[in-house]
């Protein structure tokens, strides 16, 4: 088991995040969800008591019941004013990876997969790296109401890395799908992480916690080896897993592991969630067999954006989708950010299929009302949560307060069209997970966050200066031994000699 030297009992204590066994929070104005009708509802100056982890009533602050449960130790919160919404769910994210932030800024996907991805960064980053990197990464998240993260956690290079990530997961209170990827990496193969993933699953460090262990796996197609195939899914049902994911990247990358593949392995109908990272080129065959199975894709608007995935046929499965953020350190790392993004380009697309029939579209093509579900309930839905994503009794108690006061807020009437379109994770005032406050009064709530920065810091400092000094990958003459390479055209914005691209300055 790992047992990094910052792991003592007393900083342990440090990371506990404050608790209140029971909140009430009273006056605010809370987007709700009816799951009988698959609705939001939205309750003005309504009230909403928490228990534990768990939210037991939702109602008009004049019906809130006057329950034995409601103590003189019940915690009671005037939200007057305040926005209170479910926390966003995040269907994909590499955590381990923060402390490469701003060093990659103009990346592109061939040049990740040379210099950033899982198969390089393994000959340099140590257990503390990944600790420290992973913890920190976390503490952006839920800064920016994000309460759960399916994490495609591919710092499985040795027992002590993968354990690393997993433990700080579990130290920072948020909700983590932590999903331990199998890959053939250097001097640390499949063989050898089966019997790593067994005794992580069996000792089961994380099940006092909100984090849950799932499975990540990239060769499930074109051509997988079957044999290698069957163990990691026979340890996933071994361990009633809470997920499975991949990347799903068909068209030219070739990395299919798409709904396709899945089926014709026997394994796309199963009780554990799916989620397809990506799922760019996704075929209108997958789209059925996503459909018929109820398995989901993650779109991650900024990320296939800015590595050139792009998205072609995401907007038409937007009933089997989430919305992912991936390589956090590369842009965005809230899920804002992300729905508003996809909210827009669905827009633009949607509209242009129109216009280049030349024809004018009378209607607007999607809503904040569905950006507001993908960001929430449909990110429950993919992990076949259904007490994720929403604010309705019995559900999670994992909420976002926003500041209503706020500049940017000031003057909203609808309360689900100020957050999509006219919020900023700076008006995120307060941040609970599975009934703890993790944000609270617009600051991380966990004692010795200083330290958690310090060794962030330190960790940052170390990988970002051997990466100053790795050379750029050669992108060689094919993808993948696929199709060829071709460069893009760049833009320019300055007139004169040069191509106006600019520095990087790190």
Do not use: C
């Amino acid at each position: 088991m790992y047992r990094g030297s910052f792991l003592s009992a007393n900083l342990l204590l440090l990371l506990t995040s404050v608790k209140a066994a029971s909140i009430l929070f009273q006056g605010g104005i809370i987007i709700a969800f009816d799951k009988a009708s698959e609705e939001l509802r939205v309750i003005r100056n309504g009230s909403l008591l928490v228990q534990n982890d768990r939210i037991v009533q939702v109602s008009d602050a004049g019906s809130m019941k006057a329950a034995s449960s409601i103590s003189n130790q019940t915690q009671v919160i005037d939200v007057t004013g305040k926005i209170i919404t479910p926390g966003f769910i995040d269907t994909h994210r590499h955590g381990w990876q923060t402390a490469f932030k701003t060093i990659a800024s103009n990346t592109s996907l061939v040049e990740y997969f040379g210099r950033y991805g899982e198969f390089v960064a393994g000959d340099f980053w140590t257990a503390d790296d990944v600790y420290n990197s992973q913890l920190a990464g976390l503490y952006d998240s839920v800064n920016g109401g994000v309460t759960t993260t399916l994490d495609h956690a591919h710092h499985t290079w040795s027992n002590a890395t993968a354990e690393a990530g997993l433990k700080a997961s579990i130290d920072s209170g948020a909700r983590v799908f932590w999903s331990y990827a199998f890959h053939n990496v250097t001097n640390y193969t499949v063989e050898d992480q089966l019997p790593n993933f067994r005794d992580i699953a069996s000792r089961g460090d994380y099940k006092n916690s909100p984090t849950t262990i799932g499975v990540a796996y990239d060769f499930f197609g074109p051509a997988p080896n079957v044999n290698e195939v069957n163990a990691v899914i026979g340890l996933a049902k071994e361990f009633n897993v809470s997920v499975i994911t991949t990347h799903s990247l068909q068209g030219p990358w070739g990395i299919t592991n798409s709904p396709e593949d899945f089926e014709s392995l026997g394994i796309l109908n199963m009780s554990t969630p799916i989620v397809f990272s990506h799922a760019s080129f996704l075929t209108a065959q997958g789209a059925s067999l996503l459909r018929s199975t109820t398995q989901h894709i993650s779109t991650t608007p900024e990320s296939e954006m800015h590595y050139g995935h792009t998205h072609p046929k995401s907007f038409y499965i937007q009933d089997q989708s989430a919305i992912g953020i991936d390589t956090h350190f590369t842009y965005s790392s809230d899920i804002l950010t992300q729905a508003r993004i996809w909210l827009q380009q669905t827009r633009y697309e949607l509209y242009s299929d129109v216009l280049e029939r030349w024809r004018v579209p009378p209607n607007n093509p999607m809503s904040v009302y569905q950006a507001f579900l993908m960001a929430t309930r449909k990110g429950g839905l993919a992990l076949r949560r259904d007490d994720l994503g929403v604010i309705a009794e019995g559900a999670k108690a994992d909420l976002v307060v926003w500041d209503g006061d706020s500049p940017s807020l000031l003057g909203w009437v609808d309360p689900v069209a100020a957050v999509i379109l006219h919020a900023s994770v700076g008006d995120i005032e307060a941040v609970l997970v599975d009934g703890k406050w993790v944000k609270r009064d617009g600051k991380i709530a966990v004692q010795g966050y200083e330290e958690v920065k310090r060794k962030f810091l330190e960790t940052a400092k170390r990988i970002q200066e051997i990466w100053r000094n790795l050379p750029l990958p050669d992108p060689g003459q094919t993808f993948n031994g696929g199709f060829p390479i071709e460069k893009a055209e760049q833009v320019d914005v300055l007139r004169g000699p040069g191509d106006g691209y600019g520095n990087v300055f790190v």
